[in-house]
């Protein structure tokens, strides 16, 4: 009995150190770094600016072919550098640090997400749970991740550096519309023939320093935040994003029957060029249908052929560079328009009719 009530006391201890974080509400303190609307807000977010400024000092320099890096990314990492130039060995710890992270899979969206569990001024700290994360393997491999930003930040001092940059994060953050917010919202949910089912808030989060085009979506708390880097988004509402909160359950619980048919289409197209940060075949499977979704609502909701032309082309290039479903899921997205029936009472025709891989 000794030796079973020390196992359940193990057991216990363990548990209890993996999650060490006391959940508290998150607390949005400058008023001037963030609009609200009805539903919807816009934030110059702290936590995710410290964490993309240690990115682009310690390695992180991606771009997309045939694109400049943002201008106040190219300020950022230059004072930052002026700044840090007497701390050579606090830099090569850093890169260190950040290599080893690399081996472990870890890339700039899991750091994105991972920066909004913490608190949103210096000095950082987690104050949302694990099962909150969107990656959970982010709670071990970054547990000491919020010591090393509150030392970057400090001994960079990036205090003087977001004040540099910080009107360039105003200036972003009132470009959003808040009423084509309102109407998209709207008009999705009326296009996906169903009842709103969340009473989230949605935050958009420019993300200057990041590479163009890439963009993510977080739940914490009662906020669903998008993460938009440049060129990532038109000041609206992400129509892609948002959809990510929907579709993903829906696939998931449908995937299953399907899976023998999926993993085909999956297997296919996961070692090419847009595949990469959707190596398992659910999230390929409802990263392609996300993708087909927000082509088809955005095309009804401009109401433009040029829009339409630009759209449709985007979802021949996807289907090309390996997310190989998106194309047929467009097409099937002509049916369900057809049907009548809400958009989850339809996905399992969807998956039905789709043709087997060739």
Known sequence: MRKFALIIMALILFQAGCS??????????????????????????????????????????????????????????????????????????WRKYYSNLMRKHMQAYSFQDFALSLSTDYPFKRIRPDKELGYHNTASVLKDFPEVLNDFWETARLDEVWEQVKPDYIA???????????????????????????????????????????????RYENYYYTVESPGSHAYSLNIHEYLHSIVNPIVETNYSH????????????????????????????????????????????????????????????????GLNLTQLFYKLLAEYEKSGEPFDQFLPKMLERLPEYN
């Open 258 to 321: 399907y899976k023998k048919k999926l993993i085909k289409y999956y297997k296919a197209g996961k070692n090419e060029p847009l595949s990469k940060s959707y190596q398992n075949p659910t999230g390929f499977t409802w990263e392609c249908m996300v993708r087909a979704l927000d082509r088809r609502i955005s095309i009804r909701f401009e109401d433009d052929l040029n829009w339409t032309e630009i759209r449709e082309s985007q979802v021949i290039s996807d289907t090309k560079e």
């Open 172 to 218: 972003e953050i009132q470009k959003y519309d808040f009423d084509k917010m309102q109407k998209q919202m709207s008009f999705l949910w009326d296009y996906l023939r169903m009842p709103r089912h969340d009473t989230l808030i949605l935050v958009n989060v420019p993300n200057l320093l990041e590479s163009h085009y890439n963009g993510i979506g977080a």
């Open 20 to 93: 060490m974080v006391k959940p508290e509400p998150v607390s949005f303190t400058h008023q001037d770094e963030f609009i609200k609307g009805k539903g919807f807000m816009v934030l110059a977010d702290r936590r995710e600016f410290a964490v993309m400024a240690f990115l682009n000092t310690v390695g992180y320099d991606d771009e997309v072919k045939g694109q400049q890096m943002h201008p106040v990314r190219l300020k950022v990492r230059e004072l930052v550098a002026d700044n840090l130039a007497e701390q050579p060995e606090k830099v090569k710890t």
